[in-house]
């Protein structure tokens, strides 16, 4: 079955760390590009990063430039994302999403996504 | 890195059309077509229902289609039905970024 699986998920406190992983399976995971896209509670959806298949680019929205980081290892078809100085606003659903094969722009599919907890 | 501009919620009766906008810029909706559309209920994973502004994906009623005219997208949900009460998101490439969300529009099937 292609699907995605995202753990890692839970309590931190402000300026903490955590490890986000994403477990991809049924499909060729090293021919993807991948992101992460992140959901406060109540809120909307918001593009997190963005690695390229062989972690050649690497992207960052302005909010978690600096603090997180984005890696891939092709060789266990698992996308991470390490969150450090963690703080109150990046509570949120993580979501780990696939971008569509081809020079497209859009992500075809979905995990469930983890809940992560940024709180004293 | 602004949000894309969505309305906050839109309702119609059962068999209506309803249509969301999703207003950008000349940096992301205006300069390229590669909008996308998503659909997301309650407590799930959102759903891809409309890629490159127009294209549905296998598996995605027809009645769902979308549209561009310079800085702003739109999605039409032709002969509304129960099940299309929910969330809907746009998405645009956006160059170095390279993507934005907009703010989200709740359907609501009156």
Known sequence: EVQLVESGGGLVKPGGSLRLSCAASGFTFSTYSMDWVRQAPGKGLEWVSSISSTSSYMFYADSVKGRFTISRDNAKNSLFLQMNSLRDEDTAVYYCARESSGANWYFDLWGRGTLVTVSS | ?110
């Open chain 2, 1 to 110: 890195q602004s949000a894309l501009t969505q309305p906050r919620s839109v309702s119609g009766s059962p068999g209506q059309s309803v249509t969301i906008s999703c207003t950008g810029t000349s940096s992301d909706v205006g300069g390229y077509n590669y909008v996308s559309w998503y659909q997301q209920h309650p407590g799930k994973a959102p759903k891809l229902i409309i890629y490159d502004v127009s294209k549905r994906p296998s598996g995605v009623p027809d009645r769902f289609s979308g549209s561009k005219s310079g800085n702003t997208a739109s999605l039409t949900i032709s002969g509304l039905q129960a099940e299309d009460e929910t969330d809907y998101y746009c998405c645009s490439y956006a160059g170095t970024y390279p993507y934005v969300f907009g703010t989200g529009t709740k359907v609501t099937v009156l």
